[in-house]
């Protein structure tokens, strides 16, 4: 019975108190660091929720609260296979740059996945004081902005929370579905008809966004979509083997709206095993403008993600919530820029 | 006269007060650091020296030695083109792990210039103490280095002291001359009697070595080599415009060796637009092994920096600095590998 009571103490979320005393997160979080901001009536509810519950706030946390390190913890991913690596590397440099303009400076770890990413963060919280976090990659039921939010730390991701589910928080995110939408009105514009997309498959939250904006911009102009949108793993050779699926089909497309550069370099292959000339005979755009899309010739169009614009309003967002005033949840969509180039 | 004594103390190295006393900088460190790891008399030389020459050492990189923050300070250069910025962000990748095992993290900041790379060594002496320093992209004349030294900070480099006037301290670097040698080694094993190379400007470290390893190579097996170095500004359009020349030769070369993918990627077209098939009628070799050598059809042949391997020897150089022990300057040179495609 102790044993029981003691796992349920240690599972009681700020989130909880709050809701028990009717009273905003940031509410609870004043009641244990900052007392003086609240009206005596409205701290003495939150202190009998505290105490009901058992709440037993991190000491780390607290401790990170009051004082300035100037410093905002990032975890950088394992090197990938450099182009898809790529905008979150253009992002690091960045996010380093719009750190520096508000006297931050970054500081970098690794993990190999969300419960590593966790346990990085306690560590960075025991060992010494960052002042926040920046996490990258959200992702449906991210396990990592929930925990950070039960602990009332301050941090900003790059990627909105995916999920019904998942913990609302601020957020800078680029709106991959605006992305996709301009590369389909892109290359209607240059008389196409039947426009195929080639994505990841079903339920990452980036991949559904980039195949929403696509089939918004299908139905908008009345053209068909019915197995023009094929789905697999990510990679050259499998876009590559998706791409040729479509070429093959009875009506083939003109044009392929990609989900990503990796897809679309696949697409331009399929294309030039079949004969034919990419931006002449059939349309190819990619997502991501990486370095790839760039040295190809014909160069590739792609949908850049204006990384430097992200970094800066997650610098702000962070500032905003470093002062210590109450600051809602905010979120940011930004939208990206399509790259033309001769494959389209 | 008295302003003029005050710019001559201010320009006392800890090398010149060392010099002086006829002792090492380790043992002009230890008299300001750690005396009693210093035998009396050699003390009291070491105080002699500093009181005569009026030295004063920095004071936050005195406060840097007594304690530890688990840091190390990297500054990260700005987003480039892509492709010749992808070794760097590999290497930051891989000195994140690498530190990682031996309990360290990164501290990122950005500068503009090697003086504001300076700028920002102090910056971050005097705001908060970081253990350490990695520096990547040594060159000539390196300022950097000597302002280190100077303050006998903990550093290592990714890159070798250039010139003969640069302080000699420890560094790690791949062996540039070695990677081109083995590329033309490997273009005569296809083969191949008429090797030339295209580089960059005379006058870069980096550039020389690569250059250096080529007419090594080319002179052992008794190849020609005079007219057959083209050298000229990094690019992809620079590149197509040095290989076109020489392809453009009464006696063309079959084979190039580039001193960086941008650089091969101008060649593989310069071959395109004379109607020649690379790999077939002409051998091109790149290096570096940037994401579009990869991406590439066909895929380009190039030399690829074992960037993991030089960051783990960086962080275990680092690691033998921090215990306080003497440890003489120490240099690594780590061999590259041809990673064989078939432009080649």
Redesign the interface.
């Known amino acids: 019975m102790a044993v029981k009571a003691t796992v349920q103490r240690q599972q009681v979320t700020l989130e909880a108190v709050a809701r028990h005393a009717h009273v905003s997160r940031q509410t609870i979080s004043n009641a244990l660091n900052a007392p003086h901001r609240l009206a005596p009536d409205t701290l003495a509810r939150a202190k009998r929720a505290i105490d009901t519950l058992g709440y037993r706030p991190n000491q780390a946390a607290r401790s990170l609260r009051t004082q300035s390190?100037?410093?905002i913890g990032f975890r950088?991913e394992?090197?990938r296979?450099?182009?898809n690596?790529?905008v979150l590397?253009?992002f690091?440099?960045?996010l380093?740059?719009a750190a520096?303009l508000e006297d931050y400076?970054?500081?970098?770890?690794?993990a190999t996945d969300d419960a590593s990413e966790i346990g990085g963060y306690d560590e960075?919280l025991r060992?010494?004081a960052v002042d926040a976090f920046v996490l990258s990659s959200t992702h449906l039921g991210d396990a990592r902005t929930r925990w950070l939010a039960d602990r009332s730390l301050p941090f900003v991701t790059f990627g909105r929370p995916w999920g019904e589910q998942d913990h609302r928080h601020a957020w800078v995110d680029v709106d991959g579905a605006a992305g996709t939408e301009a590369a389909v009105e892109h290359v209607i514009r240059h008389g196409h008809r039947r426009v195929a997309f080639v994505g990841w498959p079903p339920g990452s939250g980036v991949g559904d966004d980039r195949h929403a904006g696509w089939l918004r911009a299908v139905l908008a102009h009345g053209l068909a979509q019915r197995g023009l949108a094929v789905r697999g793993e990510d990679g050259?050779e499998s876009g590559r083997t998706l791409a040729a699926s479509l070429l093959g089909l009875e009506q083939p497309p003109s044009a392929l709206v990609c989900a990503s550069d990796s897809l679309a370099?696949g697409a331009l292959?399929a294309v030039?095993d079949r004969g034919l000339v990419a931006g002449r005979d059939v349309a190819v755009v990619g997502f991501d403008d990486?370095?790839?899309a760039?040295?190809?010739?014909p160069g590739l169009t792609s949908v850049r993600q204006p990384v430097e614009k992200a970094a800066s309003a997650i610098v702000r967002l962070l500032a905003e919530r470093l002062t210590g005033a109450h600051v809602p949840p905010a979120g940011e969509l930004i939208i990206p820029t399509l790259i033309e180039r001769s494959s389209s």
């Not at 400076?105 to 690794?110: N, P, R, S, V, Y």
């Not at 760039?294 to 010739?297: F, G, I, P, R, Y």
Request: with cysteine; net charge negative.
């Open positions: 390190s100037q410093l950088i394992p090197d296979d450099g182009i690596g790529a590397d253009r690091l440099h960045a380093c740059e520096r400076h970054l500081l970098l770890f690794t960075l060992e010494r050259i370099l292959r030039a990486t370095p790839v760039m040295a190809m010739e």
